[in-house]
């Protein structure tokens, strides 16, 4: 079976839908992503057969068929994705460097998104912001797919 090529807007938005608690898998033949949420996981582990609705049942064999299969692949986590570190290159690309150092300032320790974002708006930055992390993760996204041989479509 050729692999069909995966859309790149929808892989990128599933990089960009779910934290790290949610795990997202990309089938590498059909292109179908599919998302497991800890609890989705843990009925899995859990739940007794006879228990089940039939479609209750029919989703956890979905859940450890994907789990167990080679043509499924785990996307990167948030952790992977680095955020952080997209955060740091778009202070470098503020032309006011008293502006671009006070945004660096807020990057670490806790509530580190909430200060960047509340610093973008107060300086009108959020659109320049969301061009720059809409293209780093695409880039990342295109990154990723070449890694494991997946065709992608734009």
Request: charged share 35%; proline share 3%; aromatic share 12%.
């Amino acid at each position: 079976m050729v692999p069909v090529a995966v859309s790149l807007r929808e892989f990128v938005s599933e990089l960009d839908t779910f934290d790290d608690e949610w795990r997202v898998y990309l089938n590498r033949r059909t292109g179908e992503f599919f998302s497991t949420s800890p609890t989705d996981r843990a009925a899995v582990e859990e739940a007794e057969d006879e228990d089940l609705t039939d479609e209750e049942r029919a989703f956890d064999e979905k859940i450890r068929g994907v789990m167990a299969s080679e043509d499924w692949l785990q996307l990167p986590s948030k952790y992977e994705l680095n955020e952080y570190g997209i955060m740091e290159r778009f202070c470098g690309t503020v032309a006011d460097e008293t502006l671009s150092a006070d945004l660096l300032d807020t990057i670490g320790g806790r509530g580190t998104f909430g200060r960047f974002k509340n610093m973008l708006h107060r300086h009108g930055l959020q659109e320049e912001w969301y061009q720059f992390r809409d293209e780093a993760l695409r880039q990342f996204a295109v990154q990723w797919l070449k890694a494991h041989d997946i065709p992608y479509r734009k």
